[in-house]
């Protein structure tokens, strides 16, 4: 029978050969958990990253601005917009709960008149940009899409925007902006 030392010293060898074994299962470099289901480098180019909706709620009357800014907007009462046929610019004042925004939306040669309008980088038929007033920072559509309603009886102009907007490369904004909501002049 073995001496009550020689137990003790044999309880302590399987240990430190159990934690030895244990260490060098868990902590090998070349072969971890973690790198056995980690995902390979990505060969997908990547994209710009658009500014995500927030659960700001505003008005359904105003205009929701996310990304570098989270307010409502709404337009300016009695503001006045023209647009011709050929070539329509509407410039709308935009009043937010923080900043003031300038919102220029701009028929070009495809614009064919009233109508739901895609948005694209190059569009061939409306682009939207936005400005904040105050810093001059300019935003242009890259995606999205916008409604231009006749509101008929002199009553101007409006409709829907839903737009995923970017930096223009002449501006220092990095961030891109999100608008939905309605748009409005008279």
């Not at 300038?102 to 948005?119: A, F, K, Q, T, V």
């Not at 409306?126 to 916008?146: D, F, H, M, P, T």
């Amino acid at each position: 029978m073995p001496s009550r030392a020689s137990r003790g010293i044999l309880v302590i060898a399987v240990a430190f050969v159990a934690i030895a074994v244990a260490s060098l299962i868990y902590l090998n470099p070349h072969k971890s958990s973690a790198s056995a289901t980690r995902p390979g480098p990505s060969t997908t180019p990547l994209t710009l990253a658009v500014a995500s909706p927030t659960d700001l709620a505003c008005p359904p009357t105003e205009l929701k601005i996310t990304g570098v800014f989270e307010e409502c907007a709404s337009a300016d009462q009695g503001q006045t917009c023209s647009a011709s046929p050929a070539s329509p610019l509407w410039v709308v004042l935009m009043h937010g709960t923080k900043h003031d925004f300038l919102l220029y939306i701009e028929g070009n040669s495809g614009y064919r008149g009233p109508g739901n309008y895609l948005l694209a980088p190059k569009p061939d038929g409306v682009k939207v940009e936005i400005r904040e007033y105050v810093s001059g920072r300019l935003w242009e559509s890259s995606a999205g899409s916008i409604d231009i309603i006749d509101l008929g009886n002199g009553g101007g102009w409006g409709g829907w925007i839903y737009a995923g907007l970017g930096p223009t490369p002449n501006s220092p904004v990095q961030t891109a902006l999100n608008l939905a909501g309605w748009w409005t002049c008279s």
